[in-house]
Nanobody, 122 residues
Framework: QVQLVESGGGLVQPGGSLRLSCAAS????????MGWYRQAPGKERELVAR???????NYADSVKGRFTISRDNAKNKVYLQMNSLKPEDTAVYYC????????????????WGQGTLVTVSS
């Protein structure tokens, strides 16, 4: 069983920074894509950023230049550095891992974490 656990959310003032972390567990051999999504109240879940095992990234236009995604393949972790936060960044942030292969060659697709709340407010 593969699980994702996020950490690092909280309350921050506009213009501030936060760093989210997500750790995948479960005898993992490889993870193709890891990413962050968010869902604000009354809105659909949307992609924030994602990164492949080779380091290729893509970002939502709304966060380009402010957020940076990175990952540690050896530790099966993904991070989201969020700078210059705005009130409209307030949302529950979810970690996602796709195309996972375990040591027993089981395969998992689209695994989600439980989410961590980020609130940007003065």
């Amino acid at each position: 069983q593969v699980q994702l656990v996020e950490s690092g959310g909280g309350l921050v003032q506009p213009g501030g920074s936060l760093r989210l972390s997500c750790a995948a567990s479960g005898s993992i051999f490889s993870i193709n894509v890891m990413g962050w999504y968010r869902q604000a109240p009354g809105k659909e879940r949307e992609l924030v950023a994602r990164i492949t095992s080779g380091g290729s990234t893509n970002y939502a236009d709304s966060v380009k230049g402010r957020f940076t995604i990175s990952r540690d393949n050896a530790k099966n972790k993904v991070y989201l550095q969020m700078n210059s936060l705005k009130p409209e960044d307030t949302a529950v942030y979810y970690c996602n891992a796709d195309r996972i292969v375990t040591m027993t060659l089981s395969r998992y697709f689209e695994v989600w974490g439980q989410g961590t709340l980020v609130t940007v407010s003065s």
